[in-house]
C-alpha cells in the first residue's frame, strides 16, 4: 500500500478529467472499473469530511483556527492511499488510488501557513466558515469558483474587515506555523516542484482550471471578500439539496440572514453534519421525493430509537436459551413507549438467527376465548408455510412428524390451528370433542408442548413465542407458557424455547397465582428478566425527528425541543403529533426547497391533552360522523380485523 500526496485543486483536476475522457478505466490490476458523478460525490463527501476533522483537530490541540482567506484550496494537500504498487503519475492512477474501502484511504493534510500563531478572536469564525464554504462549493463543483468571487474586483476590503495582508510579505506556508522539520519543509518543497507551484512574492496558482489549460493566476494581494455567493450553479450539477443547504448555510452566516437553527457556530457542526450525511446517505444526503410526500404524508419507519440497551438484554437471554436453557423476558411500561415496536425488532433478528418466531396478541375483548392468542400464533406460522412455495419440503416434513408424534391427537390440534389442517389435510368439520375427557384444556396444553417439540426438533432450531398484551391473558394462556416454559427447561427434551411478552404497567392482575407463576422462574425451572421502557430522552427524541424528517439535528433542534415538552418523550405520542401537524399543514413537505419546513410559533401555541389516550381520543372525536360509526362496528370484532371482512360488510 503506497500514499501520494497532491494538491487538494490538482486532485479535484485530475480526477474531473478523467471522468470527462472516459467512463471505464482499466486499472493495475485489468479490473474494468465504472465510475460516475455519485461515484465522485461519495469521495468529495469523504474529502470534506476529513478537512473539517482536521481543522477541529488542530483547533483542540493546539488552540489555533486558520485564518479567513481566499486561497485555502492552495493551502490544502490531499493524502491517498494506493493499492497499486506503482504510480505512474496518470489519471488512471489517481483513480486507483482512491477506490479503497479503508475509512483511511483519503485523507487532507493543512499547510501550517493557514493557522495563526496564535488564539484566533471568536468573531473571526464567520470568515472561517466562509472560507471553509468556498473550498467546499469548488469541491462539489469540480473545480469551478463561485462566480460572484470571480467579479469581485482586486483590493477590496470586506466588510468585516478581514484582510489578507500576509499575503504580501511572500507565499511562506510555515511563516506561521511554529516548529518545522524537515520532512515538512521536505514535503512543501517536493509539491512546489511536481505541481508548479511558486512560493515568491507574487502569484500562487489555481489548479482548478477547465481541463488541461492554462492555469489562472491568483494574485496573492487580491483581498478576502465575504461577498453573497449564490449555491444555484451546485444545484444544477445536481448536487443533492442537503449538501447545498450546507455549503449556503455556511457562506450564508456572515450576512447574518439566517435564521438561528441554521446558523453554524463552528466547524465542529460542519464536521458532524458531514459525517452524518457519510453514514446514513438515505436518511440525510440524497433528496427526498417530495411531491410522493405531498400525497402520502409523514411517514414513520420501523426504527427502534434509544432501546439498545435493552435490545441487548433481550438477545443475551435469547442466546441462553438457544444454548438449551428456557428463558422468558417481559417488557413492560407505560402506553406508547413502544413495547411492541422493540418486540418486532428483535423478532427481525431472530429470523436473521435462523430461529423460529410465533408472535401472538391478546385481546381484551377476546378474554373469554381460552388460548386465542396461542392458536392465532401457531395459525400465522402455518399459515406462512402454506403460502411460500419455497417451504413446501419444510411443510411436508412437519406434516410427516406431526403425523408420527401425535398421530390422531393432532386432530384436537387441527381444530384449534386452523392452517395445521390444511398441512395435515384434515377435515375439522366432523370431528366431535371426546365428551369423556374431563380437561379439554390440559389437553390442549399437552398437545401444544408436543407443537413446539417437533417444530424444533424437526428444524433444529430455537421457537421464539411473542405474545402482546399480557394484561388481558387469560388463566389458560397463562399455564400453557408454564408449561411450555417447564417442558423446555428440562434436559431430557430437545427443545429451545425462548417467551418474550409484553404487557402495560399498572394493568396486569398481580393478585393472580398464574400470572405470579409465569414470573416464578423457580417454578417453571426457567431464568426471567424483566425490562422497563420509559420514555424517550430530549436527545433519542431529537434523533427519531432527525431521521424522520431527513434533516440533520441542527435543523430539527427547535422543533424536536417543542415536541419533547409537549409529549414528554412517549414515541407513540410523538409520532401521532407529527402525523397531526402534517394534516394541519404545521409541517408540509416544501417542493421549492425539497425538505419539510413547519410553523414553528403556531406549533408552540397549540394546546394539547396531558397523555396519549387523550390525544387518540381527541383525534378520534375529530373524524367524520360516517368514519367513527365504521369504527364502532369494527371494534366489536377485535383489535384487527381482515380486509375481506370489511368487504362483506360493506355488501
Not at 392482575?509 to 417454578?523: E, G, R, V, Y
Amino acid at each position: 500500500m503506497s500514499e501520494q500526496r497532491k494538491p487538494l485543486s490538482e486532485w479535484i483536476r485530475s480526477f474531473h478529467t478523467f471522468l470527462d475522457q472516459q467512463q471505464f478505466c482499466n486499472i493495475s490490476n485489468h479490473a474494468t472499473v465504472s465510475l460516475s458523478s455519485s461515484d465522485y460525490l461519495i469521495l468529495a463527501l469523504r474529502l470534506t469530511c476529513s478537512l473539517a476533522a482536521e481543522i477541529c483537530r488542530v483547533g483542540e490541540e493546539t488552540g489555533r483556527l486558520p485564518t479567513p482567506r481566499f486561497d485555502w484550496m492552495d493551502r490544502i494537500v490531499v493524502r491517498l492511499k494506493s493499492n497499486s504498487s506503482k504510480e505512474d503519475g496518470t489519471e488512471n492512477n489517481v483513480v486507483n488510488t482512491i477506490l479503497t474501502d479503508d475509512d483511511d484511504g483519503i485523507r487532507v493534510e493543512i499547510l501550517p501557513s493557514l493557522f495563526d500563531k496564535t488564539d484566533n478572536d471568536a468573531s473571526q469564525m464567520d470568515g472561517i466558515l466562509y472560507s471553509l464554504g468556498i473550498v467546499f462549493f469548488e469541491i462539489f463543483s469540480r473545480g469551478e469558483r463561485p462566480a460572484e468571487l470571480e467579479q469581485t474586483q482586486i483590493g477590496e476590503t470586506t466588510p468585516n474587515g478581514f484582510g489578507t495582508e500576509e499575503l504580501s510579505e511572500g507565499f511562506n506556508p510555515f511563516q506561521q506555523g511554529g516548529t518545522i522539520d524537515a520532512d515538512e519543509l521536505s514535503m512543501y518543497q517536493n509539491l512546489l516542484s511536481d505541481y508548479n507551484l511558486s512560493d515568491d512574492d507574487s502569484t500562487s496558482y489555481d489548479m482548478a482550471s477547465q481541463g488541461d489549460g492554462p492555469r489562472k493566476k491568483r494574485t496573492q494581494n487580491e483581498s478576502y471578500n465575504m461577498c453573497s455567493v449564490s449555491v444555484e450553479p451546485l444545484k444544477g450539477k445536481g448536487v443533492p439539496m442537503s449538501l447545498c443547504d450546507l455549503i449556503a448555510n455556511m457562506l450564508d452566516c456572515a450576512n447574518g440572514t439566517l435564521r438561528k437553527d441554521e446558523t453554524y457556530n463552528d466547524v465542529s457542526e460542519v464536521r458532524d453534519d458531514l459525517q452524518l450525511m457519510l453514514d446514513k446517505p438515505f436518511i440525510y444526503l440524497y433528496d427526498q421525493n417530495m411531491g410522493r410526500l405531498s400525497t402520502t404524508g409523514l411517514q414513520f419507519g420501523d426504527t427502534v430509537f434509544g432501546r439498545n440497551a435493552e435490545l441487548s438484554t433481550i438477545k443475551e437471554a435469547y442466546r441462553l436459551a438457544v444454548s438449551g436453557d428456557s428463558e422468558v423476558v417481559t417488557i413492560y411500561g407505560q402506553s406508547g413507549t413502544g413495547k411492541s415496536l422493540l418486540a418486532y425488532d428483535f423478532g427481525k433478528y431472530v429470523l436473521a438467527d435462523g430461529g423460529i418466531l410465533l408472535s401472538g396478541k391478546f385481546d381484551q375483548r377476546q378474554q373469554g376465548m381460552p388460548l386465542s392468542a396461542l392458536a392465532s400464533a401457531f395459525n400465522q406460522y402455518c399459515g406462512i408455510l402454506l403460502q411460500n412455495c419455497n417451504l413446501a419440503s419444510s411443510r411436508e416434513m412437519l406434516a410427516h412428524q406431526i403425523n408420527h408424534v401425535l398421530g390422531r391427537e393432532a386432530y384436537h390440534l387441527a381444530k384449534l390451528i386452523p392452517n395445521l389442517a390444511n398441512i395435515l389435510c384434515l377435515d375439522t368439520s366432523g370431528i366431535i370433542h371426546d365428551e369423556g375427557c374431563t380437561n379439554a384444556q390440559n389437553r390442549l396444553q399437552y398437545l401444544l408442548c408436543r407443537f413446539v417439540e417437533v417444530i424444533s426438533s424437526t428444524f433444529a432450531t430455537p421457537v421464539t413465542l411473542f405474545l402482546d398484551d399480557l394484561q388481558w391473558a387469560d388463566s389458560a394462556s397463562i399455564a400453557a407458557v408454564n408449561q411450555l416454559l417447564l417442558t423446555g427447561g428440562l434436559a431430557s427434551q430437545n427443545t429451545h424455547f425462548f417467551f418474550l411478552g409484553c404487557y402495560r404497567d399498572g394493568e396486569t392482575d398481580n393478585c393472580n397465582p398464574l400470572w405470579k407463576s409465569l414470573c416464578n422462574n423457580n417454578l417453571v425451572n426457567a431464568g426471567s428478566t424483566d425490562v422497563k421502557l420509559d420514555c424517550m430522552g430530549e436527545e433519542t427524541l431529537s434523533t427519531m425527528v432527525s431521521e424522520t424528517l431527513r434533516l440533520s439535528p441542527r435543523l430539527t433542534r427547535s422543533l424536536s425541543s417543542l415536541i419533547y415538552h409537549k409529549t414528554k418523550g412517549n414515541p407513540l405520542f410523538v409520532s401521532r403529533l407529527m402525523i397531526s401537524l402534517t394534516k394541519e399543514g404545521l409541517l408540509r413537505p416544501s417542493l421549492s426547497r425539497r425538505r419539510w419546513e413547519w410553523d414553528k410559533e403556531k406549533i408552540q401555541c397549540q394546546k394539547l391533552p396531558d397523555d396519549v389516550a387523550m390525544f387518540l381520543t381527541k383525534s378520534i372525536e375529530a373524524l367524520s360522523e360516517d368514519v367513527k360509526s365504521s369504527l364502532s362496528v369494527l371494534s366489536c370484532f377485535g383489535s384487527s380485523v381482515e380486509s375481506a371482512f370489511i368487504k362483506t360488510l360493506e355488501k
